[in-house]
């Protein structure tokens, strides 16, 4: 079982519409969790970290379920410019991560259409 | 703004040749980074580094070996280049724990013939 697994897409969605991304990991030690974006033929970039308390960033918002060690990203009204590549990213989730150590699923691929 | 270059951005080598890849970062990182990116598998970690001359295995290292001489470079060397190593490679930096971002560089497309 991979340690961060992602649905591969692609989703293909209208502009205006809300899209949501799931994302699991295996490992319940896990203490960060992130979502980055990637561009086509371009490097990731941290798009929002995610705490258990969920977060928003204007159309996005990133929610933790520790229990069913479930990360989610939610983008509403979506823009032409939202397509890109979603990464979910974990922390390793042990006890002294020396190095900073992430864990990157395959990520979901977005395609948002006129 | 933490800038990560990587020496090319593409890469045509030989079977065989020795392949350096140069990565360098400006933000006085203690943290990098050597991934790799194939279709269909994502992100894999070949080795990182947490301090000057430090170097810690990946995911997959063989085949591979790095470098880590100044805190702001790391290279990553392909010992004798195979075809099932033509892929992008990804370096990144970070400082700190896990809880601070990763910062990539624009890739390095290499093709193996």
């Known amino acids: 079982r991979k340690e961060v697994e992602q649905d591969p897409g692609p989703f293909n969605v209208p502009e205006g519409a809300t899209v949501a991304f799931n994302c699991t990991y295996s490992?319940?030690?896990?203490?960060?969790f992130f979502w980055y974006r990637q561009d086509c033929r371009k490097e990731p970039k941290l798009l929002m970290s995610?705490?258990?308390s969920g977060n928003e960033d204007g159309r996005f918002t990133a929610q933790l379920n520790r229990a069913s060690q479930y990360i989610s990203l939610l983008i509403r009204d979506s823009k032409l410019s939202d397509s890109a590549t979603y990464l979910c990213v974990v922390s390793p989730g042990i006890r002294y991560n020396q190095g900073g150590k992430l864990i990157f699923g395959q990520g979901t691929e977005l395609s948002v259409k006129p | 703004d933490v800038k990560v270059t990587q020496s090319s951005r593409y890469l045509v080598k030989r079977t065989g040749e020795k392949v350096f890849l140069e990565c360098v970062q400006d933000?006085?990182?203690?943290?990098m980074f050597w991934y790799r990116q194939d279709p269909g598998l994502g992100l894999r970690l070949i080795y990182f580094?947490?301090?000057?001359?430090?170097?810690e295995k990946g995911d997959i290292p063989e085949g591979y070996s790095v470098s880590r001489e100044k805190k702001e470079r790391f290279s990553l060397i392909l010992e004798s280049a195979s075809t099932n190593q033509t892929s992008m490679y990804l370096c990144a930096s970070s400082t700190g724990t896990t809880r601070e971002t990763q910062y990539f560089g624009p890739g390095t497309r290499l093709l193996v013939l």
């Open positions: 490992n319940s030690a896990s203490q960060s």
């Open positions: 580094s947490y301090d000057v001359k430090m170097k």
């Open positions: 995610v705490y258990s």
């Open positions: 933000m006085d990182h203690e943290n």
